[in-house]
């Protein structure tokens, strides 16, 4: 996994690519984007359209704006939660996920136009953000392994054919992965292709979203599942999406505060339309980049080939997704995570500091959110002297 070709000068803008590798790098993110999708539209019977049109538009922008592998990811914990209430108790609905993103939007808006967001930013140490990264990296990587789980033979098949192809610049890593993938996929389920060779292209008008939202909805919405993602967001979309890009393209630096307004605007954007609460995860550009993206042309590559499938094939998405193996989609979330925990691996040389990065990152590894707040009080109660490691 090569770091990404950087500017010889900052006078030399980085432009957007459109090559194979960028291409390749593009379907990186796969690993997050299609369990979390399917999840929404299998479960909570989301329209397909509003869900990958938002994808794709917010993909596109970011890509045409940042000109780096700027991720557009779902929001895992609204996602996890929403899922899993759906099936329980049936207290989440779809307008319910609108007014989260909704919410979600006023809320990062806010925090990025008035400077709470760098503010606060700026009181997270560097150990906190660096263990915030690393754990983020091993949970991804803890996650692809309970994925493989579901197949080793074929997880170990498209591992270990993909680390092989990971430095090749002439055959991408990720088209043999997919391709590998959709064989298997069909050679085990060739009803599911049949039926998604035979499904026609039908065109789909987008619609206001918002309508039909009631009060009890948008509790929901809020408490729910807005806020409980606010922390964790700040740690992983926020903070960690920050350092990643700046260390990795300087030549395109970004701030907290205009992270939290990019949210903010994508996720009212996703609302008006039906779509589902999003963020920059960090784990998303670790994705596109450990596959080949070196620019923003990526998210535009995938952004385009989301609002294909929305405007002309959502009614037949969900063939597509159970075409694909999880085991697939686990080599690809395991080799993401390597590729973020392997950026984040310099340690602080004192032995406080070392101990509060281990211990942010083993925290993260199951929820961020806590793992964020955990490493703050960590880091102070270390610096006082309160804590001896």
């Known amino acids: 996994m090569s770091e990404p070709d950087l500017p010889s000068s900052a006078a030399q803008p980085r432009r957007n690519r459109f090559d194979r590798m960028e291409w390749a790098g593009a379907f990186g993110d796969l690993g997050t984007l299609i369990p979390f999708v399917a999840a929404y539209i299998g479960v909570l019977k989301m329209d397909p359209f509003g869900v990958l049109f938002a994808f794709g538009a917010a993909m596109l922008v970011c890509g045409l704006y940042y000109r780096t592998p700027f991720p557009v990811q779902p929001m895992k914990a609204i996602g996890a939660v929403a899922a899993l209430q759906a099936v329980q108790t049936a207290t989440v609905t779809s307008a319910a996920v609108y007014s989260a993103a909704l919410a979600t939007g006023v809320i990062w808006l806010f925090l990025g136009l008035s400077g709470l967001a760098a503010r606060v930013a700026r009181l997270v140490p560097p150990t906190v953000v660096t263990g915030i990264v690393f754990g983020l990296g ?31 610049r002439s055959v991408p890593a990720m088209f043999v992965l997919l391709t590998f993938g959709i064989a298997v996929g069909a050679s085990r389920d060739p009803q599911a ?11 789909h008008a987008p619609s206001f979203a918002l309508t039909d939202l009631t ?27 920050r350092e990643e890009n700046n260390r990795l393209f300087p030549d395109r630096p970004v701030s907290e505060s205009g992270v939290a307004v990019s949210t903010g605007i994508m996720n009212l954007f996703s609302a008006t339309v039906g779509g589902v609460p ?8 670790a994705g596109h980049i450990a596959f080949g993206a070196r620019t923003g042309g990526a998210p535009v590559i995938l952004g385009c080939v989301l609002l294909v499938l929305a405007f002309f094939f959502s009614g037949s998405v969900e063939l597509l997704f159970r075409l694909f193996p999880i085991a697939v989609l686990g080599v690809i979330l395991f080799l993401t995570g390597a590729q973020l925990a392997l950026g984040s691996s310099v340690f602080p040389e004192e032995r406080g500091g070392r101990v509060v990065v281990l211990l942010t990152a083993a925290l993260c590894m199951w929820n961020v959110g806590i793992g964020f ?12 002297g309160w804590l001896h490691f």
């Open 215 to 241: 009060w009890n909805q948008l509790f929901v919405g809020i408490v729910l599942l807005a806020l409980p993602q606010v922390p964790l967001t700040l740690g992983n979309a926020v903070i960690a999406i």
């Open 373 to 384: 707040v955990a490493g703050l009080g960590l880091h102070h109660m270390q610096r006082r």
């Open 138 to 168: 091993f949970g991804f990587m803890l996650e692809g392994v309970r994925m493989m789980h579901n197949d080793w033979t074929i997880a170990a098949i498209g591992g270990i054919g993909t680390v092989l192809l990971m430095r090749s």
């Open 193 to 203: 292709l049949t039926s998604l060779l035979q499904a026609g292209a039908a065109f």
């Open 278 to 285: 999003m963020c920059h995860g960090a784990g998303g550009m």
